[in-house]
């Protein structure tokens, strides 16, 4: 797989964020230019993440994140605006999220059918064919924009920008959902990602990429918050494993989960919720 660090990119160098109308409960997302603090770091310090240099707008508060089913988490921010992520209109649909997020890999990461009260359907590949999709847009509190990432073909081969990974920037936090990722990341993939706070990450083992894959992966995103999803019979030992001492592991009473910017576990943690 080629991918030209340009092509990443260019989205991002000079953000003009795409207008949402029609958003329920907020007026409209807002077209104006974003300095991600979560590139900011990535691209300039690597290895070190000043808290200075976390917020980008608004004041701090608390993420909930909420494990709907299969590779749904609905993500709630301080001012109110609900976020379900690989949305097929099964899990996270009641009430209804002010925004989804969608990957087409299957059906069960998408739908053609969102419910019209939806104020912003964000999809991971370029409906049109023409180049990748390309988000950055704000709504209300919470900046969301995208990395475009490969996915495989029924016959085995590899479709070009046919999925994305999902970033959320809100109160402070940096936050990644990889999606049904289907391959290794580059290094242009990662300077574009940035520093990821939270990640939500597919342990199926297979379907998307490999636990040997999605482990390396997720040591290098070294985030402070592990959410694992997309399980299906593989054990999640299997997962927890390959992540070494590191890593520490919390089973959750529950399916849901806050975080603030300073109630971040200071061990990168993984978190299981119920119903995984």
């Not at 807002?30 to 707008?57: D, G």
């Not at 379900?84 to 890999?105: E, H, I, L, Q, R």
């Not at 920037?169 to 990821?196: K, M, Q, S």
Request: charge should be negative; glycine fraction near 10%; hydrophobic fraction near 40%.
């Amino acid at each position: 797989m080629r991918m030209e660090p340009g092509r990443l990119f260019a989205g991002f160098a000079l953000l003009g964020l795409s207008v949402i109308s029609a958003l329920p409960v907020f007026a409209q997302a807002r077209n104006e230019p974003v300095a991600s603090s979560c590139l900011a770091v990535a691209q300039a310090m690597p290895k070190i993440v000043p808290v200075s240099f976390t917020r980008i707008r608004g004041e701090d508060g608390t993420v909930a994140f909420t494990y709907s089913g299969h590779s749904t988490y609905r993500i709630e921010t301080p001012n109110g605006v609900t976020i379900a992520t690989d949305f097929s209109g099964t899990y996270g649909a009641d009430p209804t999220p002010d925004v989804v997020t969608m990957n087409k890999a299957h059906r069960t990461h998408f739908t053609e059918t969102p419910d019209p009260r939806i104020g912003a359907v964000l999809r991971g590949w370029n409906p049109d064919g023409d180049g990748p999709a390309e988000h950055a847009v704000v709504v209300d509190d919470v900046y969301i924009r995208n990395v475009p990432t490969d996915i495989r073909n029924w016959d085995g081969g590899m479709e070009r920008d046919g999925n994305s990974i999902f970033i959320f920037e809100v109160a402070g936090l940096c936050i990644g959902h990889l999606g049904h990722l289907h391959h290794d990341l580059t290094d242009a993939h990662y300077a574009a990602i940035g520093r990821l706070d939270v990640v939500m990450v597919p342990v199926d083992g297979g379907m998307t990429s490999s636990l040997n894959t999605i482990g390396e992966i997720t040591q290098r995103l070294y985030s402070s918050v592990i959410l694992p999803m997309h399980r299906h019979s593989t054990p999640l030992a299997e997962f927890t494993a390959r992540m070494g001492k590191r890593f520490a592991l919390q089973r959750l009473d529950g399916r849901s989960v806050s975080f603030s910017l300073r109630t971040l576990p200071r061990q990168p943690t993984i978190f299981v919720p119920d119903g995984l």
